[in-house]
């Protein structure tokens, strides 16, 4: 390629990438030390304001219900317990001002014989980028115990 006009396009078009996926890569990981430290407002802060956080118990519908869940007896349960909420590196595809994130998380919680891993989960985020930043539109997360909705979901994810 010898047009600088050309490569310099091509450039900018690399560049732009990279930044979405770097702040993709930073708002899917802001999730775990944000959930476990019970920061609801920070968790809620991810989401557009009509997103999704299913799961296979059901779907927390809008900021006001995630932040909610962080909230709830339960995961101030896990919390106050010692528990950790670890994501495997994410396979993220951008296209356009919409992107699909694909990843492992692992429920990792604190007990009287140490730590044990509570749950291994495929999970699915759809993010959109809103007024200049990224948000979580869905994200679906499929505990991985045999069942075929699991393996589908991280399968998707990789075609």
């Known amino acids: 390629m010898t047009d ?10 690399r560049v732009e990438l990279l930044e979405d996926t770097l702040a993709i890569q930073q708002l899917v990981t802001t999730y775990g030390p944000a959930v476990d ?3 609801a407002e920070a968790v809620g802060a991810l989401w557009t304001e009509d997103g999704v956080y299913e799961v296979d118990s059901g779907a927390y519908r809008g900021r006001d219900q995630i932040m909610a869940m962080v909230r709830s007896e339960a995961h101030q349960g896990y919390i106050h317990g010692g528990c950790g909420h670890m994501l495997d590196p994410l396979n993220i595809r ?14 990792i919680l604190n007990t009287d014989k140490g730590f044990r891993v509570q749950r291994v989960t495929a999970n699915r985020w759809e993010l959109v980028r809103m007024d200049g930043r990224w948000q979580v539109k869905l994200r679906i997360a499929r ?8 393996r589908d979901l991280l399968a998707a994810g990789v075609r």
């Open 37 to 39: 430290s019970g920061s």
């Open 4 to 13: 600088p006009t050309e490569l310099v396009e091509q450039l900018a078009r």
């Open 94 to 107: 951008v296209d356009g001002d919409t992107a699909v994130v694909i990843c492992h998380s692992q429920l």
């Open 143 to 150: 505990v991985l115990d045999g069942r075929a909705d699991a």
